[in-house]
């Protein structure tokens, strides 16, 4: 069988987990005799390679990138341009290649891939990470299952995006992202209108798959969670006095709940470090933290290879986003490499950090977030005795044998066409 992945970045151009996500998958699949084959933008890397048995495609591209984690702003994935040109590109590799099926991997690349197969008519999946083509903002998201209608997002979730991201706030920048505003939301509806085309759709958590089916998606959902390598627990390395947070600098993330739990922390253990690694909105006020107090080590991007070492010798991971977050690699990953998670009650963490088990789940707010990572702390050793417990139980639940579930999806659709 031979399976076409599209998607919008692909390493070495990975600004989060779903590039990641993508290629141990690819690898994974090629490792049990499938085919694979990834189309991507070509943003200033290798025209064509073969990775761990799979091939990539980069098709040429009007963008080229100058950091590895850059992201282009919505309009630049959604505007026509896009569309036309990845559409075309997409029909020409498509035609050439016959793949059996296709897989998209970013919710951008749904609508160029449904119409370069509109002529194939190929099985067409999709995996969506987040919540963007039910509402670009998600504010309403953190209150409610339900997304917010046309006068509350103008009204709540514009007003509080403004209050919270916005620094300089002025007639310009206000009309500004109000221009943004109404753009995201026109591209909503067309992001969802075409990801209701597909012919099946995989979320990321249970609790992901609920919220779409609240919110009109409708083609059958499967939630699948993300593969990872599990290595050897015995091996990973020495652990150090230290606390490890990775993601987006963003209000949704959390990264506020944890900037005010660090003093509460630090007033209740002796000599920790808190090391923040990502990129956002909010970096310029985590550099200043990070000048302003020496335990806070700030690292804007970190290589995927080394961001395991950096796991691997932290006491615990903390994940405290805010915003229903379908399940961020992160928090698996932390699990992956025997280092226990801290985490938000909210969105699909749940399902995979079992309270008291590999973690602990704490309330949003960050009088409760410290007060389980002190928790955390104390019962350090006992959660890695857990993780190395059920190491084999997790490898079969988010390992390499994830790759068997998808090529059962894939044979059903196929059989379907």
């Known amino acids: 069988m031979k399976i076409a992945f599209i998607i919008e970045y692909f390493p070495p151009f990975a600004a989060g987990g779903s590039e990641w996500s993508t290629y141990y998958l690819a690898k994974d699949l090629a490792a049990k005799g499938q085919e694979v084959v990834i189309l991507t933008p070509n943003y200033g890397a290798k025209k064509s390679e073969e990775i761990d048995g799979f091939k990539v495609i980069r098709f040429p591209f009007y963008l080229k990138l100058k950091k590895l984690n850059q992201l282009p702003g919505n309009f630049a994935l959604t505007n026509p341009l896009w569309v036309i040109w990845v559409a075309i590109s997409l029909f020409l590799i498509v035609k050439k290649e016959n ?15 449904v119409i370069a197969n509109l002529i ?6 999709a995996t969506i990470r987040d919540y963007l083509v039910i509402c670009n903002y998600g504010i309403c998201l953190m209150t409610s299952d339900k997304v917010c209608n046309l006068k509350d997002y103008f009204f709540k979730d514009f007003k509080s995006y403004v209050n919270i991201y916005v620094a300089n706030k002025n007639i310009i920048s206000i009309f500004t992202n109000l221009m943004f505003a109404i753009w995201g939301r026109l591209s909503k509806n067309y992001l969802k209108f075409f990801i209701n085309k597909a012919d099946y759709l995989i979320s990321l958590s249970k609790k992901q798959k609920d919220i779409f089916v609240k919110n009109g998606i409708t083609p059958k959902i499967k939630p699948l969670y993300t593969n990872y390598v599990f290595k050897k627990v015995d091996h990973l390395g020495k652990v150090t006095n230290s606390i490890l947070y990775v993601g987006r600098l963003t209000h949704g993330k959390g990264l506020g709940l944890l900037l005010n739990a660090i003093s509460i922390i630090k007033g209740k253990t002796k000599n920790m470090t808190f090391t923040i690694i990502g990129d956002g909105l909010f970096r310029k006020g985590v550099e200043k933290k990070s000048r302003a107090d020496k335990s806070i080590i700030y690292l804007p991007y970190v290589k995927h290879h080394q961001l395991q070492k950096h796991f691997q010798k932290s006491l615990l991971t903390v994940v405290p986003s805010i915003w229903p977050d379908p399940l961020p690699r992160v928090a698996m990953e932390s699990i992956s490499n025997g280092t226990p998670v801290i985490a938000t009650n909210s969105g699909g963490l749940p399902e995979v950090v079992k309270n008291g088990i590999y973690g602990y ?12 990572i002190i928790l955390g702390l104390k019962n350090e050793k006992t959660l890695r005795k857990n993780i190395k417990r059920d190491f084999e139980k997790l490898s079969n639940n988010f390992g390499p044998k994830l790759a068997v579930r998808y090529i059962e999806i894939y044979q059903s659709l196929i059989l379907k066409k």
Do not use: W
Request: avoid cysteine; charge should be positive.
């Open 361 to 372: 789940l704490a309330k949003k707010n960050s009088e409760d977030l410290a007060n389980k």
């Open 99 to 113: 793949p059996d099926v296709i897989h998209v991997h970013g919710k951008y690349s749904v609508p160029p891939a």
């Open 120 to 125: 194939f008519k190929k099985p067409l999946i």
